[in-house]
């Protein structure tokens, strides 16, 4: 009996499979050459399609969209303009020198000027009729001048407390301060107030990223108070007044939501006493709508060995008003402070061998003065101790 034929295998040999595969690559490789010298081809990005017939007001928005466009060219071209053209050499003598800044931004922009006619901030004060009075809502007790308040109550202005960075501060704390300053300043409005982020000093400090555009708030609560404090007249003057580091120039650039006015940028750069950092050097008027705001310089009385009666403040006293005075105009910064002998604890012990060196002791017990100490010992995770330690 035959036997029966085992079943034939469908496995192709090794040299169909090697014809196969050259026969692919070969094809893909013609089609691709075919493609590149083919000119019609397909974008991956859609084109736009435009505005439909049916659309209503076609034509009038079809005008608008080409009178944008030309006024964009034109505005290209004067910038060109304005950059080729010379720039004025600087004056050489301070009578010579011009009273009126050259603006380069748009013609949009509020224009910054130094008026000549207002070289104090007495005068600043004669000619306004509301003050604008910043605080740094971080301590606003520091912040505060009494010579300035006594001048502003002898000419009798209306005045407007604004509590600058309100950002920086919890909000019950900002509460209590509101309260706490609605008893100093009787009948004047106390308003919060936050700049916005564009106009602070943080945002210059990289230049390669992009302000934000964050509003600024309580921004309707200050114009709705200088409504009340406004004058007959067409043209309220506007008195912004401050120390040093207060959040004036930034206020002021929130309300016109365009840069013009110099604000202070903290640098590591600076040398190590630091003086009074102030960026505004003279009074400038900016107008916005019907009112004239008036950015004055910042202002620092140091007078550490005497009272407001003449009597004579005791090494501690002067220890306490030097360190005050120092974190106000650092910034609470202490990169460029010297620091005294390690085993120095309190105000006035271990005083450093240089007789103008700062003490940094003292700056600190400043701090832990003015902070619970409970909130101390939470936060950086320290041992309990008691006042006076």
């Keep these: 009996m ?89 004056a050489v003598t301070v009578e010579s020198a011009p009273t009126v800044a050259a603006i380069t931004a748009d013609d949009d922009a509020p224009p910054v000027l130094i008026d000549s006619g207002l070289p104090t901030l007495g005068s600043v004060l004669d000619s306004a009729h509301v003050v604008l009075y910043a605080l740094d809502a971080r301590d606003p007790q520091t912040f505060r001048n009494t010579q300035l308040e006594k001048a502003v109550s002898e000419r009798g202005k209306p005045i407007v407390v604004v509590l600058t960075k309100t950002d920086l501060v919890p909000r019950e704390i900002l509460a209590g301060w509101i309260t706490f300053l609605q008893g100093q300043f009787v009948g004047a409005p106390i308003v919060p107030f936050r700049a916005s982020e564009a106009f602070t000093s943080t945002s210059g400090t990289n230049k390669k990223q992009k302000a934000p555009a964050t509003k600024s708030i309580s921004e309707k609560s200050l114009l709705s108070a200088l409504e009340k404090c406004k004058t007959s007249e067409k043209d309220t003057r506007v ?128 701090i832990v003065s003015r902070a619970k100490h409970q909130d101390l010992v939470l936060h950086y995770n320290i041992p309990t101790f008691q006042p006076g330690d």
Excluded at 25 to 47: C, D, F, L, V, Y
Excluded at 330 to 347: C, I, M, P, Q, Y
């Design 2 to 90: 035959p036997r029966i034929r085992k079943k034939t295998s469908k496995r192709g040999t090794t040299h169909q499979r090697t014809k196969i595969q050259q026969k692919v690559a070969e094809t893909r490789k013609k089609r691709k050459k075919e493609g590149k010298k083919n000119p019609q081809w397909k974008s991956k990005h859609k084109k736009d399609p435009g505005i439909p017939n049916n659309l209503p007001f076609k034509e009038e928005i079809l005008a608008e969209i080409e009178a944008g466009r030309r006024q964009a060219e034109e505005e290209k071209l004067r910038r060109k303009e304005n950059k080729q053209q010379p720039r004025p050499e600087p």
């Design 239 to 366: 008195a912004v007044v401050g120390q040093t580091n207060s959040g004036k120039s930034s206020l002021i650039q929130s309300l016109t939501n365009s840069p013009g006015l110099p604000i202070y940028v903290p640098s590591l750069q600076q040398p190590k006493r630091a003086t009074y950092q102030t960026t505004t050097e003279g009074a400038q008027p900016v107008q916005i709508g019907e009112y004239t705001f008036i950015d004055t310089p910042g202002f620092g009385v140091i007078q550490f060995n005497a009272q407001s009666g003449g009597k004579k403040l005791s090494s501690e006293q002067v220890e306490t008003s030097k360190a005050k005075d120092l974190l106000t105009r650092n910034r609470g910064s202490f990169v460029h402070w010297k620091e005294t002998d390690a085993a120095g604890k309190r105000l006035n012990a271990n005083r450093p061998k240089d007789p103008g060196a700062e003490s940094i002791f003292g700056a600190a017990a400043y």
